[in-house]
């Protein structure tokens, strides 16, 4: 039941996501050599390769700070639905409001400025 949940969320949050890294590319040029060291520090930053419990006797803002992420949600999802884990407390609303975020935004960003994008090509 959470797999196609998950998808979906996951599907809005990285349309969003790159229609706005697409928008910046086009008058911003660098940022092409930019993404991949972001997405490879956000990966290392994210719980994906080392659980939460890791962070078990750190201050309380070091978990604060890591369930404020945007992929956390989503990770606890798939967790959920792939290896029969309990759900975080917060995971689904967190997914829900990052992916609607920033899947609106991102495209409402794109759409705003693509007549200009000939402009800067």
């Known amino acids: 039941v959470w797999l196609p949940f998950a998808f979906v969320l996951q599907l809005l949050f990285n349309l969003g996501l790159s229609a706005f890294v697409a928008r910046l590319a086009v008058p911003i040029r660098d940022i092409n050599n930019l993404v991949p ?54 995971a689904v609303l967190s997914a829900v409001l990052w992916a609607v975020a920033v899947g609106v935004l991102g495209i409402i960003a794109f759409v705003r400025y693509e007549g200009n994008m000939a402009r800067h090509l």
């Not at 990966?43 to 078990?56: A, H, K, M, N, R």
């Not at 369930?67 to 956390?72: D, L, Y």
């Not at 967790?79 to 884990?85: G, I, M, Q």
Request: glycine share 6%; aromatic share 12%.
């Open 37 to 90: 060291h972001a997405s490879r520090m956000w990966l290392y930053l994210s719980p994906v390769i080392w659980p939460i419990t890791f962070l078990d006797g750190l201050p309380a803002w070091a978990e604060s700070a890591v369930r404020m992420n945007p992929v956390f949600g989503l990770l606890s999802i798939y967790r959920t639905a792939l290896l029969d884990r309990p759900l975080e407390e917060g």
